[in-house]
């Protein structure tokens, strides 16, 4: 069984730093692309970054510079670290996995940038 659980998030106050961490199991993490999304209230799911299963980052033009994805293949764990944090990143994030037997998500998490 597929499963991706989140952890991280929260709140933070503008210009601070967040890492978002994505645990996998039930697949081969090491060599499936990996992608952190995001929706906004309101807004459409937004592709934030992506790691290609041969290791390539692709990152929204919103967030270059300050977003860097990640994968630990010995702890089967993503990561998506987020330094100085504006208000419109406030989202739900999640991570998503592109397996042979399909696209998986994980639960979700939960980011709020305010002061």
């Known amino acids: 069984e597929v499963q991706l659980v989140q952890s991280g998030g929260g709140l933070v106050q503008p210009g601070g730093s967040l890492r978002l961490s994505c645990a996998a199991s039930?697949?081969?993490?090491?060599?499936?692309?990996m992608t952190w999304a995001r929706q906004a209230p309101g807004k459409r799911l937004e592709l934030v970054a992506l790691h290609s299963s041969g290791g390539t980052k692709t990152y929204a033009d919103s967030v270059k510079g300050r977003f860097t994805v990640s994968k630990n293949n010995s702890r089967k764990v993503l990561y998506l670290q987020m330094i100085d944090l504006k208000p419109e990143d406030t989202a739900v994030y999640f991570c998503?996995?592109?397996?042979?037997?399909?696209?998986?998500w994980g639960q979700g998490t939960q980011v709020t940038v305010s002061s």
């Open positions: 998503n996995a592109q397996t042979p037997c399909g696209s998986y």
């Open positions: 039930g697949f081969t993490f090491s060599t499936s692309a």
